[in-house]
């Protein structure tokens, strides 16, 4: 995947923001919150937003892009 979301989980993190506190808030879905753990999804415009607002922050704090590496 070529989005990381490494940056939003450090925030959460920093921000003291469990993984029950981000369910029961909803700041993101179970389903959204697993798929991206697992890189197995993204977040919409509309999560990047509400996190932004609750976080303080710009989208850039919270994912950046990597490039897939060539074999």
């Given at each position: 995947?070529?989005?990381s979301?490494?940056?939003?989980?450090q925030l959460?993190?920093?921000?003291?923001?469990?993984?029950?506190?981000i369910?029961?808030?909803?700041?993101?879905g179970?389903?959204t919150l697993?798929a991206?753990?697992?890189?197995?999804?993204?977040?919409?415009a509309?999560?990047?937003?509400?996190l932004?607002?609750?976080?303080?922050?710009?989208?850039g704090?919270?994912m950046?892009?990597?490039?897939?590496k060539?074999?």
């Amino acid at each position: 995947m070529a989005i990381s979301y490494r940056k939003l989980f450090q925030l959460l993190e920093e921000k003291d923001w469990t993984t029950y506190k981000i369910r029961k808030e909803k700041l993101i879905g179970q389903g959204t919150l697993t798929a991206i753990k697992n890189r197995t999804g993204g977040l919409d415009a509309k999560t990047i937003s509400r996190l932004c607002e609750v976080l303080n922050c710009q989208p850039g704090d919270l994912m950046e892009y990597v490039p897939d590496k060539e074999e």
